[in-house]
């Protein structure tokens, strides 16, 4: 369970996506050709009378949509951390890198320096798991944690052995 800022446990959420299609945003799908910062051609934003918001094409989703994991849900953080409140998405974790992975979305490359944005990474820093996040916006990338210099040599490293991709 990650811990607040101030170290206190966050409170257990049951969460879901609601109106939150930003994941739809910020990553690219392979199948569809739909590189990371462009929104989907299938994605319902904000719900219309048509439909609730999110993916119009659910059932028959891609691949990679249908394992992607957001990190909002899966560690069931407080409704203010929510990928669209806060402009980032948790992508992951990487045990190899040692960090928690946050796409930022490009149209808001500041939302991590303040208010629950920086809250959130405060608390990742403060969970334990691991001491590094990395954010990426657009194609760069910015450090947080215990040893940025020795995260990005281990990523150029990982990155010319074809072994991993932000």
Avoid at 122 to 150: M, T
Wanted: aromatic share 6%; with cysteine.
């Amino acid at each position: 369970m990650l811990g607040s800022p101030k170290g206190r446990p966050m409170e257990l959420r049951s969460n879901s996506c609601g109106s939150c299609t930003l994941c739809c945003k910020l990553l690219g799908v392979k199948e569809l050709a739909k590189p990371d910062g462009v929104w989907c051609e299938f994605c319902n934003r904000g719900g219309t009378a048509a439909g609730s918001a999110g993916c119009t094409i659910y059932a028959n989703r891609p691949d990679s949509c249908q394992e992607f994991q957001c990190g909002y849900l899966i560690n069931h953080l407080p409704e203010e951390f929510r990928p669209d409140r806060v402009k980032m998405v948790i992508t992951g974790t990487s045990k190899e890198i040692g960090a928690h992975i946050l796409h930022v979305d490009p149209s808001y490359p500041g939302a991590y320096r303040e208010g629950n944005g920086k809250r959130l990474i405060e608390a990742l820093l403060a969970a334990g798991s691991y001491n590094n996040v990395i954010l990426c916006i657009g194609n760069k990338r910015r450090f947080f944690g215990s040893n940025p210099e020795k995260i990005m040599a281990r990523i150029a490293q990982l990155e010319k052995e074809r072994k991993t991709a932000l």
